[in-house]
């Protein structure tokens, strides 16, 4: 599935130094291939995070990509979800926002909504869980999806 975050200008080599430092990730080619798929692809499973690192690392294998996946994550740049499909999709933390996904198709679409970020906020607010203070939360939607996926995912 082919869909270009449109409008996400994919940082240069120079600015992505000072990011990876700050998270205390040692900068390889390899890894910048692999933060730089995810940052064009919307919603990547491996196997596109790898087609489109093989245009300019044709020799890295699937097993080194999933590992730097997994390291992405365990360091927080990255996140990963798994659709009812059982496919893993990973994806860069642009700004917080929820997700939608098919129940059956390989589908998952962004859902940004403040109005209900600001009443899920003020509710637990209200709710005083005494020991805990909410930061964040990530709503994961489960549906049918009913538009078409060749002519909305598959545009290559
Ligand atoms: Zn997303």
């Known amino acids: 599935m082919k869909n270009n975050k449109e409008g996400t200008q994919i940082p240069e080599?120079?600015?992505?130094?000072p990011f990876f430092s700050e998270k205390g990730i040692k900068m390889t080619p390899q890894r910048i291939a692999v933060y730089q798929a995810l940052l064009k692809l919307k919603h990547p499973c491996v196997e596109e995070i790898a087609e489109d690192v093989h245009k300019s690392n044709p020799t890295i294998t699937i097993a080194t990509i999933y590992n730097i996946l997994?390291?992405?994550?365990?360091k927080g740049i990255?996140?990963?979800?798994?659709?009812?499909?059982?496919?893993?999709?990973?994806?860069?933390h642009p700004q917080p926002h929820h997700h939608i996904c098919d129940e059956t198709k390989d589908v998952i679409e962004d859902y940004y909504d403040?109005?209900?970020?600001?009443?899920?906020?003020?509710?637990?607010?209200?709710k005083n869980l005494s020991e805990w203070e909410i930061l964040?939360?990530?709503?994961?939607?489960?549906?049918?999806?009913n538009g078409?996926?060749?002519e909305t995912y598959?545009?290559?």
Do not use: P
Not at 70 to 74: G, H, L, N, R
Not at 78 to 92: C, D, F, L, Q
């Open 148 to 150: 078409n996926v060749e």
């Open 114 to 126: 403040e109005e209900l970020n600001k009443l899920i906020k003020a509710y637990f607010n209200k």
């Open 70 to 74: 997994e390291f992405f994550c365990e």
């Open 13 to 17: 080599l120079k600015d992505l130094r």
């Open 154 to 156: 598959n545009n290559k």
């Open 136 to 145: 964040d939360f990530h709503l994961y939607l489960h549906g049918k999806y």
């Open 78 to 92: 990255i996140a990963k979800m798994r659709t009812n499909s059982g496919k893993m999709h990973y994806e860069t």
